[in-house]
């Protein structure tokens, strides 16, 4: 059994995760002096998910995006 019923169920669940941290100053900032675009792509449900790490605000952007990423990660949504 899956646990997402759908991609947009992972998505909002990232997305809430995402603002809980950014939430953290000290995780913030840690994220920030990465200074990457990672992009996660996911199968089971099928998606991407992108986070933008090179300004503050840091991005999640659910869905395609333009932005070049310097890591990229496939993996189960599960």
Do not use: K, W
């Not at 019923?5 to 913030?28: A, H, K, N, S």
């Not at 990465?34 to 659910?62: K, M, Q, V």
Request: charged share 25%; proline share 6%.
């Amino acid at each position: 059994m899956a646990v997402f019923v759908d991609i947009e169920q992972l998505y909002q669940v990232m997305d809430t995760t995402f603002g809980r941290i950014q939430q953290e100053p000290t995780i913030v900032q840690a994220l920030r002096a990465s200074n990457l675009a990672i992009r996660f792509r996911y199968h089971d449900p099928e998606g991407e998910i992108t986070i933008d790490l090179t300004r503050e605000p840091l991005r999640l952007i659910c869905g395609p995006s333009d932005l070049e990423p310097e890591v990229e990660m496939i993996q189960s949504g599960d």
